[in-house]
T-cell receptor, first 112, second 113 residues
């Protein structure tokens, strides 16, 4: 059974702090790992990672994948209150279905 | 922008009722998915469809069925709603790529009393 584990489950920081969110995975026929941000209802896409060691970056957010150790991290630098959200990690298994297995998420709270 | 629209944001139903949750996407995506999201359990896949009239069970299909008569529309059906089906339901769609980038709707918070 595919499994994705995120840590920590929740985190409280102050504006300006840097945070690192962790995601480990065990996914059959692994294709990709995805990060989403969920503020209110709909998760919105952040990154998709397929290759080890290549950092994806978007503004203050960055992510990297380690396919040997089966984990990924999401970094947020100079956090802002608008970064407060649940961050979801998901592993994509190959095959005829394009199924994502999600972790339980990390609830990030950024206080002013 | 890709748009995935779920027909209701909030829904209150009684135990035993038949419930329909509708989802429409406007980007000609092949794949459509229904997830439920519960505190402490994360997102869990109920059913998905990779083509019209095709469906496959996800991790928790019991008590649910689906219908995909048109490419843009994917319906989730609770044949006889029960209180343990109170949850946030999220619909998603994706291109026919194996890499799995999903576009989500805003969700339907269903309460079964």
């Amino acid at each position: 059974e595919d499994k994705v584990v995120q840590s920590p489950l929740s985190l409280v920081v102050h504006e300006g702090d840097t945070v690192t969110l962790n995601c480990s995975y065990e996914v059959t026929n692994f294709r990709s790992l995805l990060w989403y941000k969920q503020e209110k209802k709909a998760p919105t896409f952040l990154f998709m990672l397929t290759s080890s060691g290549i950092e994806k970056k978007s503004g203050r957010l960055s992510s990297i994948l380690d396919k040997k150790e089966l984990f990924s991290i999401l970094n947020i630098t100079a956090t802002q209150t608008g970064d407060s959200a649940v961050y979801l990690c998901a592993g994509n298994s190959g095959g005829s279905n394009y199924k994502l297995t999600f972790g339980k998420g990390t609830l990030l709270t950024v206080n002013p | 922008d890709v748009k995935v629209t779920q027909s209701s944001r909030y829904l209150v139903k009684r135990t035993g009722e038949k419930v329909f949750l509708e989802c429409v996407q406007d980007m000609d995506h092949e794949n459509m998915f229904w997830y439920r999201q519960d505190p402490g359990l994360g997102l869990r896949l109920i059913y998905f469809s990779y083509d019209v009239k095709m469906k496959e069970k996800g991790d928790i299909p019991e008590g649910y069925s689906v219908s995909r008569e048109k490419k843009e529309r994917f319906s989730l059906i609770l044949e006889s709603a029960s209180t343990n089906q109170t949850s946030m339901y999220l619909c998603a769609s994706s291109f026919g790529s194996p890499r799995g980038k999903l576009f989500f709707g805003s969700g339907t918070q269903l309460s079964v009393l």
